[in-house]
């Protein structure tokens, strides 16, 4: 029987970054430092990639965007590579070109404003992942057109949050939770030797009313969902998540969909591109990456794929 020690008390952390509230619960004798090491990494990327900071490497590729390439730390260069080819896999339903699209619609940020068809085509005209071109000799990042922006908002929480594992379990963290904005990764076990339990939220109610629960254990748990942010507009739901072949909000009959895998990154792309794609054609993306899912239905049905049978709880 586990006895009560000072590694029970767990070393704690909750700051700010990547636009968003993270936290990290970890237990174990290196604990308190790996936790600040690993917020301090989280700082870091979103130095590198926030596309809202001058001076990070997304920010100076947007804004020579057409005018060849520009160097980024070698960090930035793969994460992008392995965004593209994401891209591609998923058959441009994951695009990190979309910034125009998403700066045209400003979600939360110009009221119930919805852009007339012929300003959808023009931005629509900026966003290809196929027009990115990379120089691996220099680290070299380039944007082929004038006016194309990245956004890495749809992967960049997943890495930092993979980075934030490989620091904790590097130093000898055995069990902790992580939660960078949703994004969540378990590593081990609770203290107690139950299993994680991870809620999985009903996307039509307020914030902390579950669906159902996770069971997990080494696993990352990302969800993606129509009321995260979004506005109503004539009985319209207009969200966040911008389907980049149309340049509107998805509609493809979910309200959320939950990926489980290993890597936290994959994850968090997974699920933008399963909710864009929907539960037919996003199944058949699952199995690419051998991983799981959870699509919640816009009738709240919910469809849970058999390697999630025994570990998800529906309330």
């Known amino acids: 029987m586990m006895t009560q020690t000072k590694t029970i008390h767990p070393a704690a952390k909750t700051f700010f970054a990547l636009g968003t509230i993270n936290t990290i619960h970890a237990f174990g004798d290196e604990a308190e430092q790996a936790v600040e090491d690993a917020a301090e990494r989280v700082l870091q990327i979103d130095d590198m990639l926030s596309a809202f900071k001058p001076e990070s490497d997304i920010s100076k590729i947007s804004r020579h965007a057409g005018g060849g390439f520009r160097q980024v730390s070698r960090d930035t260069f793969h994460l992008i590579k392995k965004a593209a080819e994401f891209g591609k896999t998923s058959e441009g339903a994951f695009d990190i070109t979309i910034r125009p699209l998403v700066e045209l619609w400003g979600i939360n940020k110009k009221g119930d404003y919805v852009p007339a068809e012929p300003e959808i085509r023009e931005a629509l005209n900026l966003v290809s992942f196929k027009d990115i071109a990379f120089n691996a000799r220099m680290n070299g990042v380039a944007l082929k057109k004038p006016g194309q922006s990245l956004d890495l908002g749809g992967i960049a929480k997943g890495y930092a949050a993979d980075e934030v594992r490989h620091i904790l379990t590097k130093n000898g963290?055995?069990?902790?939770?992580?939660?960078?904005?949703?994004?969540?990764?378990?590593?081990?076990?609770?203290?107690?030797?139950?299993a994680?339990?991870?809620?999985?939220?009903?996307?039509?109610?307020?914030?902390?009313?579950?669906?159902?629960?996770?069971?997990?254990?080494?696993?990352?748990?990302?969800?993606?969902?129509?009321?995260?942010?979004?506005?109503m507009k004539d009985g319209v739901r207009y969200h966040h998540i911008i389907d980049p072949r149309t340049g509107k909000p998805a509609q493809s009959g979910l309200l959320s969909v939950t990926a489980v895998c290993k890597n936290s990154a994959e994850a968090d792309a997974l699920t933008t591109a399963l909710f864009i794609l929907g539960q037919e054609k996003g199944l058949k993306l699952l199995k690419k990456f051998k991983a799981e899912a959870i699509f919640v239905k816009e009738d709240l049905s919910v469809f849970v794929t058999p390697g999630l049978a025994k570990c998800f709880e529906k309330n």
Do not use: H
């Open 196 to 231: 994680w339990q991870i809620g999985i939220q009903n996307p039509l109610q307020p914030t902390g009313i579950y669906l159902g629960v996770i069971s997990a254990e080494d696993k990352t748990v990302v969800t993606s969902g129509c009321n995260e942010r979004f506005f």
């Open 173 to 194: 963290v055995k069990s902790a939770m992580i939660n960078l904005g949703g994004n969540i990764v378990a590593i081990g076990r609770r203290p107690d030797g139950k």
